[in-house]
Structures are given as structure tokens and as C-alpha cells.
């Protein structure tokens, strides 16, 4: 492990230490990184195309359960309800 790893390994823990956390966060990163402003400005958009990514993994998940099961999606339930109200006034 390079000098460098170790030094972030240790501030890592001190970080996590400190927050009662054992866990490093996105947000212990870009504390180290915010003296560097072209590492924290890579770091911050990784972390956004990675939560971007996430949601829409967790979109996708939650339509294809959604599917399965039957249930409408409530954008379908919008329009499914919207169909309804037409067709009682007509």
C-alpha cells in the first residue's frame, strides 16, 4: 500500500471515528479532496452520475416489481383515473 493510501486510510478513520460511523461516506471523500479543487470537481461529479444511476436503477427495479405483481405505475394510475372520469361524464 503506497504512503498516500495509508494517509487516506488513516483520515478515513479519524472521519468515521469521529462521526461515530464505520462506514466512509461519499461526503468523508470530498472533505479529503476539498483542497484540491480538480480532484473535489471529479469527485462530486462521479458521485453524481452515481446516484443519477442509482435512482434509475431503483426506477427500473421498481416498475419491473410493480409489473409483476399487477399494480399500475402512478403515472397509469393518473391516466386510468383521468379515463374514468371521462367516460362518467360522456
Not at 14 to 32: M, N, P
Not at 50 to 77: H, V
Request: proline share 1%.
Amino acid at each position: 500500500m503506497s504512503v498516500l493510501a495509508k494517509m487516506f486510510k488513516g483520515c478515513f478513520l479519524v472521519l468515521c471515528r469521529h462521526a461515530k460511523r464505520t462506514t466512509v461516506t461519499t461526503e468523508d471523500v470530498k472533505l479529503l479532496a476539498r483542497r484540491s479543487n480538480s480532484l473535489l470537481k471529479y469527485i462530486t461529479q462521479k458521485s453524481e452520475e452515481l446516484a443519477s444511476s442509482n435512482m434509475e436503477q431503483k426506477e427500473k427495479k421498481k416498475k419491473k416489481s410493480s409489473a409483476a405483481k399487477g399494480e399500475r405505475t402512478p403515472g397509469e394510475q393518473e391516466a386510468a383515473v383521468t379515463e374514468n372520469e371521462d367516460s362518467n361524464m360522456g
